[in-house]
């Protein structure tokens, strides 16, 4: 029962290293979502009329988890002290530890990853939420309540594993027999929070939904599937600092 609180300005990382906590068996609360939902599915749809409504739904959320022994990520800026507060306190009430993830006040790179992936906002609103999150930027510290600060990954290396012939023998339509040696690399990659997998196939359609399945049923780790949001090429091949795949080492 650990809650992770998250601080960080937009674009940073959060939302990749949440996903990635997601699947280590973490609850990842995120109040873009809770507006979104509250919202019919439109982001950027914040009322400040429905204010109560947000926060009484993220606050049920997390104390519900941690009440149900399961440990909670908080992913949202959080970049000044009052902010934090009243989740600290709920840690203290119904958590073991509270782990602060810094990302810091934010970059000038993180602005305009959020800016390429606007979600229908106007950059001249992210370059003024940016400014101010940064403005209001400060450090967590053990004096807040925090039991241990770690420092999120700054840079993120990035593995792209080929499904076919590496992560399953070859059986085209099909999927074969697992190969275990492969997947004992993966796992080991991805439980260090700075490496990244990305499953880099040919398939798609319904085949990469199988594929997809697969994955999940075997409890193979991965944090996405023919995609590297952190980077647009400008093609259809995904950027990584590595390729594995059945005519390589692996």
Known sequence: M??????????????????????MGNIIVNMDSIQQMVGGGEYGSYDHNKKEIYQITEMAAIESALMSNLSVVVDRTNMDIKRRAKFIDAGKKHAQEIISINFGEGTAYGL???????????????????????????????????????????????????????????DWPGIGELLGCTVEKMTALWEDLSNIIIIWSCRNGDYENQMRAFLLKHKIPFDFINENPMFDPGGRKIFAHEYHDDRNAV
Not at 9 to 17: M, R
Not at 118 to 136: C, D, F, I, L, Q
Not at 148 to 161: G, Y
């Open 112 to 170: 305009e990853r959020r800016c390429k992936n606007s979600h229908g906002v106007p950059r001249e609103t992210w370059e003024n939420v940016h400014a101010y999150m940064k403005k209001s930027y400060e450090p967590p510290s053990l004096e807040e309540g925090f039991d241990k600060l770690i420092e999120a990954p700054t840079k993120f290396k990035f593995h792209a594993f080929d499904f076919d012939g590496t992560i399953a023998k070859k």
């Open 2 to 23: 650990t809650l992770y609180i998250m601080t960080g300005n937009i674009g940073s990382g959060k939302s990749l290293l949440a996903s990635k906590l997601a699947k």
